[in-house]
């Protein structure tokens, strides 16, 4: 089993793959919004991808970052950030909300989307490409 401290990038290695599945995932979204709702349809949907990959990417980068410096960082910094952020999505769902912009739905599904498939694609790399790394 390979060590964490004698592979300091282990982290964060899995963010590529993810990022360029999600950028791939923003274009079908958007593309489907097009189709299904017109041009707000297709900016809501992308924009819901987008705002799952940066809420992830975000909690990835400092949560790595808390646990080189210190592992006992990460679970107060995890919780925190990951209130931060849930109060951040609530207070913009909801000031979007009362604007009755129509691309409002695109922008929830858009989400989810990101939501399901950034932790599928998360899941397959690290019960593949990580396990193989690690046995060996």
């Known amino acids: 089993m390979v060590e964490a401290d004698a592979d300091r990038r282990w982290r964060l290695r899995h963010l590529p793959v993810l990022l360029t599945v999600s950028v791939a995932l923003a ?6 919004g097009g189709a299904t709702g017109g041009t707000t349809a297709a900016f809501g949907a992308a924009a819901g991808v987008g705002v799952t990959v940066f809420s992830y990417t975000l909690t990835t ?5 808390a646990d080189r ?3 006992q960082l990460v679970l107060p910094l995890g919780l925190g950030l ?7 999505l609530g ?7 009362s604007t009755g912009w129509p ?4 922008l929830c599904l858009g989400i989810v989307a990101g939501v399901v498939v950034w932790t599928a694609v998360h899941i397959w790399w690290l019960s593949t490409v990580h396990a193989r790394r690690s046995r060996g």
């Open 82 to 88: 990951y209130a931060l952020k849930f109060t951040l």
């Open 27 to 32: 274009a079908v979204a958007a593309v489907v």
């Open 61 to 65: 980068v400092v949560l790595a970052w």
């Open 103 to 106: 691309g409002l739905i695109p």
């Open 91 to 97: 207070v913009v769902m909801v000031a979007v909300a």
């Open 69 to 71: 410096i210190n592992p």
